[in-house]
């Protein structure tokens, strides 16, 4: 069983950064893929980020590439996620979630992780 706890959303003006910290339970973090979603109002759940269990290797969706960066600390057990030059359309509840499947590609698809956090709401502001 993993536990996630999100943390660091907020409202921000467009332009902006904000730094998401996901917090995790157990002590196997560090075997476990990590990522990112997010969901607007009225819309699905999009993916944003992953990182894989060693932080080696890294993905982003094409709307955040560029200005978001995933990384993680598996010595804290938390996994980041710095989004620097943030757009009003970036403003959704933000995920974190958890792969314990060892998946050799990336994860991007929801139906793929197991454990999800609570989420996050982050505003950009015009």
């Known amino acids: 069983q993993v536990q996630l706890v999100e943390s660091g959303g907020g409202l921000v003006q467009a332009g902006g950064s904000l730094r998401l910290s996901c917090a995790a339970s157990?002590?196997?973090?560090?075997?476990?893929?990590m990522g990112w979603f997010r969901q607007a109002p009225g819309k699905e759940r999009e993916f944003v980020a992953t990182?894989?269990?060693?932080?080696?290797?890294?993905y982003y969706a094409d709307s955040v590439k560029g200005r978001f960066t995933i990384s993680r600390d598996n010595d804290k057990n938390t996994v980041y996620l710095q989004m620097n030059s943030l757009k009003p359309e970036d403003t959704a509840v933000y995920y974190c979630?958890?792969?314990?499947?060892?998946?050799?590609?990336?994860?991007?698809?929801?139906?793929?992780?197991?454990?999800w956090g609570q989420g996050t709401q982050v505003t950009v502001s015009s």
């Open positions: 157990g002590r196997a973090f560090s075997s476990y893929d």
């Open positions: 979630a958890c792969s314990t499947r060892g998946m050799v590609g990336y994860v991007t698809r929801p139906y793929e992780y197991d454990y």
């Open positions: 990182i894989k269990w060693n932080g080696a290797r890294t």
